[in-house]
Nanobody, 124 residues
């Protein structure tokens, strides 16, 4: 069982940066693949980024490529999403997700554990 708690969201202007954090409970978190998803009002939850348990494999959505970076610190049981050059279309609730296993995952249904989400609002 893993519990995830996101933090770091807020209201920023276009072009600004934010770093989201996801703190995980559980001593075996290093054996979990992790991901970030987002959901804007009236839209479906969409994939943002994923990272394998050992950080050797990673992938980000085309819409954020070159601007967002996912990373993890297994010693701190924490996953990060560094977001640079934010755009108004990045406005959404951002969710951290985890699933037992090594490989990266792109689909929300492939993750068993979810955080409660953190709001990111980007003004133009």
């Amino acid at each position: 069982q893993v519990q995830l708690v996101e933090s770091g969201g807020g209201l920023v202007q276009a072009g600004d940066s934010l770093r989201l954090s996801c703190a995980a409970s559980g001593r075996t978190f290093s054996t979990y693949a992790v991901g970030w998803f987002r959901q804007a009002p009236g839209k479906e939850r969409e994939f943002v980024a994923t990272l394998s348990w050992s950080s050797t494999a990673t992938s980000v959505a085309d819409s954020v490529k070159g601007r967002f970076t996912i990373s993890r610190d297994n010693a701190k049981n924490t996953v990060y999403l560094q977001m640079n050059n934010l755009k108004p279309e990045d406005t959404a609730v951002y969710y951290c997700a985890a699933d037992l296993g090594r490989g990266i995952r792109y689909r929300a249904r492939d993750y068993a554990y979810w955080g409660q989400g953190t709001q990111v609002t980007v003004s133009s």
